[in-house]
């Protein structure tokens, strides 16, 4: 069996082509691992509404007469639950009103600290989460029969819609 070759036989580039390709491993493995513990899971920092419902009234925090049919003259309240909400400033999140294609209203959500709850996941061991809530409501003398919509917006980014439909008092 033959032996290897003297490395003085090696020619330059080659132990350079070697040197290049190991720095450029260890460089990769290297910044992988100092990723992979700088960066914060994004699922857990990102917000991300848990529920938005059209209702006709917020009792204690909690919303009443859920629909998606409602009748002319009827006051109604747009009731989000936000997890992980204390991460932005009060004039982020925002509620927008539409009838059809025309913005009626937006109005700052503002999270309510009564409202404000713990909400523990009975079938796992996850630790409790903080959930935030947040409700606007618009005026019955602003509601139109036809196609509405709201949007809860955290900057320029759509966290929830919900769609409904207003009818008009004479049937």
Not at 60 to 67: H, I, M, N, Y
Request: a negative charge.
């Amino acid at each position: 069996m033959a032996a290897f070759p003297p490395l003085r036989n090696l020619r330059k580039t080659t132990v350079l082509v070697l040197v290049v390709f190991l720095g450029f491993f260890v460089h990769r493995f290297i910044s992988f691992w100092i990723e992979d513990h700088a960066v914060p899971d994004v699922a857990e920092t990102e917000l991300s509404p848990a529920q938005s419902v059209v209702c006709r009234n917020v009792v204690r925090g909690t919303p009443f007469g859920v629909d998606s049919v409602f009748e002319e003259n009827t006051r109604l309240y747009f009731y989000s639950t936000i997890s992980n909400a204390m991460l932005y400033s009060a004039d982020t999140l925002r509620h927008v009103w539409f009838w059809g294609t025309d913005t009626i209203q937006v109005l700052p959500c503002e999270i309510k600290v009564a409202e404000s709850r713990k909400v523990i996941d009975e079938q796992s061991d996850a630790p409790q989460t903080d959930i935030s809530a947040c409700h606007t409501e618009i005026s019955p003398k602003l509601l139109k029969p036809g196609e509405w919509s709201v949007d809860l917006i955290a900057g320029r980014k759509l966290l929830s819609s919900k769609q409904f439909v207003i009818e008009s008092a004479e049937r």
